[in-house]
């Protein structure tokens, strides 16, 4: 989960942009979360106003993994520290800077999530780099260091999918 000093969307322990990860939009992310429950689970409510691409790099194989909505990831796939994309059709949003947290609602597990909401990241001090309304977006900078830095998911075995 992810929120900016403007409200931005995400994908589960992911998340996306305008037009170059297939049928993804502030509409589709929207519903996400709503049919997910992350709303309300996590937040009361969310109106994006951009999408925020996340792409993590799978080691393994050496492929990159863009999040859309809703896909199951692996923990190989999670590894490392994804890289983040804003995009959006506001320029305004290219001067803003921004507040980026991860959290697991259901932790260790769906079935029985004790230790929700579990912090994954949260960084604050980013700022875009480039321009918001081409391609992928605009990457996200830090230029401090993280409060906390991303922590890998470890679920445990037997655990149903988290969001
Ligand atoms: C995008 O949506 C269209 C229409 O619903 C569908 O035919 C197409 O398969 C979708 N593309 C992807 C990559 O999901
Ligand atoms: C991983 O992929 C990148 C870009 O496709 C390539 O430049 C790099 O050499 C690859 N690294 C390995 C270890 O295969
Ligand atoms: C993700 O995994 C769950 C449980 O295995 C499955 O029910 C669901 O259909 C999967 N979702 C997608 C988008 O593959
Ligand atoms: C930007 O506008 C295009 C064209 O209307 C739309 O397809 C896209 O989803 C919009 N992107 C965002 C982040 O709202
Ligand atoms: C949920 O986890 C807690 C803490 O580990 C445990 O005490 C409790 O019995 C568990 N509940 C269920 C229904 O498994
Ligand atoms: C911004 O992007 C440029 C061009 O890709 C790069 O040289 C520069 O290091 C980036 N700045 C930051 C703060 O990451
Ligand atoms: C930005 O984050 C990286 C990864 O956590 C860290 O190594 C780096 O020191 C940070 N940059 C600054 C300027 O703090």
Same mark, same amino acid.
């Given at each position: 989960m992810i929120t900016s000093s403007f409200v931005v969307s995400l994908f589960g322990i992911g998340l996306a942009l305008g037009q170059t990860v297939p049928n993804v939009t502030v509409a589709t992310v929207s519903q996400a979360f709503m049919s997910s429950g992350i709303v309300p689970d996590v937040l009361s409510s969310f109106n994006p106003t951009a999408i925020l691409n996340v792409v993590f790099l799978d080691q393994a194989t050496n492929s990159s993994v863009d999040v859309t909505p809703g896909m199951n990831l692996t923990m190989e796939q999670t590894l490392m520290e994804p890289q983040f994309f804003l995009s959006a059709n506001d320029t305004s949003l290219d001067q803003q800077t921004y507040v980026l947290v991860i959290v697991d609602p259901d932790a260790p597990t769906p079935q029985n999530a004790t230790e929700a909401q579990f912090r994954h990241m949260l960084a604050g001090d980013l700022h875009v780099? #480039? +321009?918001? +309304? +081409? #391609?992928? #977006?605009a990457p996200l900078t830090n230029t401090s260091a993280a409060l906390t830095e991303f922590v890998n998911p470890t679920p445990p075995a037997g655990s149903d999918p988290h969001r």
């Open positions: 780099n #480039g +321009s918001t +309304s +081409s #391609g992928l #977006g």
